[in-house]
């Protein structure tokens, strides 16, 4: 199932708003799986891709947010607290939701956890765009969207379109 190539869902699909599982198999089809998840995003030209996006419902997030698109990382089981609750705004892009970019306010501090491929625990307190990117991944594992955090009428504007566009 992890080998195949991968297909990002596009919003409305309701796969999209399925909880990802935690992740306690740590082996080689893991592995597999975020290379592949970090070629998918590399295709797409993102800078982060959830599990949930290419429907597999687990708690996994690639991101690369080098210039280079040379410094993958891998995020298993990952969850955050926030530090601070003022307010950072970003442009924020979505691979499920191409062609449309937003202006969102998230918290400007976390503190993110998160597990690697073998297991072993990590934290960190990222900032600027990690930040952004942490929190807008985990919120695909959580069944949640960047449109969320919009207007219902600006979120139905982006729906229409992007059904219409599959038409």
Known sequence: MY??????????????????????????S???????MLK????AEGIGLAATQVDIHIR?????????RNEPRVFVNPEYTILDKSP????EGCLSIPGFNEEISRPSKI?????????????????GIFTVC????????????FVDYLSPIKRDRIRKKLENRRN
Not at 88 to 91: G, K, N, P, Q, S
């Open 60 to 68: 996994l997030v690639v991101m690369d947010l080098s210039e280079e």
């Open 30 to 36: 893991l592995e597999m799986l975020s290379k592949n």
């Open 3 to 28: 080998m195949s190539d991968l297909k990002i869902l596009i919003f409305p699909d309701p796969k999209l708003r399925k909880v990802a599982k935690k992740i306690d198999k740590f082996d080689k």
């Open 134 to 145: 942490a929190q807008h991944e985990i919120d695909h594992l959580d069944g949640k969207l």
């Open 40 to 43: 998918t995003m590399y295709e």
């Open 88 to 91: 950072f705004t970003y442009e």
């Open 111 to 127: 503190l993110l956890k998160w597990q690697d491929l073998q297991g072993n625990f990590h934290e960190e307190k990222p900032d």
